[in-house]
């Protein structure tokens, strides 16, 4: 059987990215109209952790051959 698990941890990656970008132009653009910050540190440590979690399962499912 195959497996389609390789290609769906490179999707959550790349939307874990974008995420991150996303945040940082928003809170780029709040903060030149004067606004406050949308996203804080936790905000970004939180999509951090998310990302390494991430790197964890793939490492793995190279590690068994996944």
Known sequence: MTTHRPVALQAQIAASWARLEGMK???KARSQDGYALAYDS???F???AHLEG???QAEELE???G
Do not use: P, T
Request: aromatic share 6%; net charge neutral; proline share 0%.
């Open 46 to 48: 939180d999509e951090a």
């Open 25 to 27: 132009a928003a809170n």
């Open 54 to 56: 991430l790197s964890r």
């Open 63 to 65: 590690r068994v051959g």
């Open 42 to 44: 936790q905000a970004f």
